[in-house]
């Protein structure tokens, strides 16, 4: 789901690249000074090591504001007995990923997002894109130079966007009004209207 203000985020990080995530990583990987480029050369126990000192740091290490500043800690950790019942990494570390899947797909059934998503979304046609238009209420209307393809939305609104964009990003009309998306979603819009039930 969108946030409504995620326009002010990425006008401070810029994180809309509209390309794949490998893309995404190797493209900021560049930009990074290149020492960034050698982090992997330190083990983790030297890391904790060096970095353990900062949190009892007077002013901005979190350890301190247990003792000197009571603002700061209950914005941070909430109270004495809430910051007493954090456990030990030993205790919080994850279960294996086959773990967590088995357990996931239990609590939440999986999303249908209305295309074949055994496919990549390059190898999807334009009748394919169409069914995925229609399950979210809208059409394809063909695709555009570049990454770019034309859509409209159930309201009618045209707007262009990427299939990564709509497809993997659960991104769509951008006119809507994003507040008041419970009361403009229609049955048409499957999609959406799956994770309203």
């Given at each position: 789901m969108w946030f409504s203000d995620s326009d002010i985020l990425e006008d401070i990080l810029h994180f809309r690249a509209n390309v794949p995530?490998?893309?995404?990583?190797?493209?900021?990987?560049?930009?990074?000074?290149?020492?960034?480029?050698l982090a992997f050369l330190a083990p983790a126990f030297a890391v904790k090591r060096v970095m353990k000192p900062y949190a009892f740091e007077k002013g901005m290490g979190t350890q301190t504001w247990v003792k000197d500043d009571p603002?700061?800690?209950?914005?941070?950790?909430?109270?004495?007995?809430?910051?007493?019942r954090i456990k030990s990494w030993d205790?919080?570390?994850p279960d294996e990923p086959e773990k967590n899947a088995v357990?996931?797909?239990?609590?939440?059934?999986?999303?249908?997002?209305?295309?074949d998503e055994s496919k990549d979304i390059t190898e999807l046609?334009?009748?394919?894109?169409?069914?995925?238009?229609a399950?979210?209420?809208?059409?394809?209307?063909g695709r555009l130079e570049g990454t770019m393809c034309e859509w409209?939305?159930?309201?009618g609104h045209r707007f262009k966007a990427s299939l990564e964009y709509v497809l993997l990003g659960g991104g769509w009309c951008v006119e809507c009004d994003l507040d008041k998306w419970t009361e403009q979603v229609t049955p048409a819009n499957r999609f959406v209207s799956q994770l309203k039930h």
């Open positions: 995530v490998d893309e995404y990583f190797t493209q900021l990987k560049k930009r990074l000074p290149w020492f960034y480029s603002e700061r800690f209950r914005a941070y950790y909430g109270s004495m007995a809430e910051y007493e205790d919080i570390r357990k996931a797909a239990s609590e939440f059934p999986p999303l249908n997002h209305g295309w046609t334009d009748d394919e894109l169409s069914e995925a238009a399950f979210r209420g809208g059409k394809f209307l409209e939305c159930e309201h």
